[in-house]
């Protein structure tokens, strides 16, 4: 094992540089959508992540004059390096952003698949960027159910409106309850000045039912 670590520390710095930055381009580009990944996925999408990283490093480091063709300065792997890991985050965040959703898009567009590539349904829901919920009510196995009744309201509290567990679970700030379908719904109050706000935790194999509500653009 410390051999092995070893012999990764032994490569040349721009390939560590390299290496590194792909791989936490990965991690940005599929944080919360990594289900379903194997150790080839993993490899493969961070090779290309690092293909970029590797350009953006020769680019870089290329403008800055070195003491002999074959010796790098300093400065140079510095802005190499440097470089190589903003360009490789980025094009992770714009993947993620916007190149994703359109890839898809190309994808339906010419009828050649129309999966969303997600593990589940509710993978997609979970970790869609393209739309802001504006209303979130969860029922739950016993038949209660519980509401925020408007999100954007607690958009700046702590965690935000609300987190969809990868496991299926939910958190939200609860503004409204009601026992069962048939009874009207109960106001309550999250926020108390003194204590602070509450956010309920609802594990996956209480919940039977998710309803979402997003504005119509």
């Known amino acids: 094992m ?32 990594k289900k379903g990944h194997g150790a080839i996925d993993v490899f493969f999408i961070t090779v290309v992540f690092a293909a970029i990283a590797k350009f953006a490093f020769e680019v870089a480091s290329n403008m800055v004059p070195s003491p002999t063709p074959d010796v790098m300065s300093g400065y140079a792997a510095l802005a190499g390096s440097a ?10 965040a714009i993947w993620r952003k916007w190149g994703e959703d359109r890839f898809k898009a190309l ?21 869609s960027m393209s739309a802001r919920p504006t209303q979130l009510i969860v029922r739950k196995t016993s ?9 954007k309201t607690w958009e700046y509290f702590p965690f935000g409106p609300c987190i969809y567990g ?31 706000v509450a956010m309920t935790y609802i594990p996956a194999d209480q919940i039977s039912e998710i309803e979402v509500r997003y504005q119509v653009r």
């Open 2 to 33: 410390i051999s092995d670590l070893q012999s990764v520390f032994d490569l040349p710095l721009s390939t560590l540089v390299v290496l590194g930055a792909g791989f936490a381009a990965y991690r940005v580009a599929f944080t919360g959508k």
């Open 83 to 92: 470089a190589a890991v903003v360009v490789a985050l980025g094009a992770a």
């Open 107 to 127: 994808l339906r567009a010419g009828n050649v698949s129309y999966s969303d590539g997600n593990h589940s349904a509710w993978d997609q829901v979970r970790v």
């Open 143 to 151: 038949g209660k159910q519980l509401m925020c009744d408007d999100l």
């Open 166 to 196: 990868e496991d299926g679970s939910i958190a939200l700030y609860v503004t409204n309850v009601r026992q069962d379908a048939t009874l009207d719904w109960f106001d309550i109050e999250p926020l108390d000045e003194g204590a602070g």
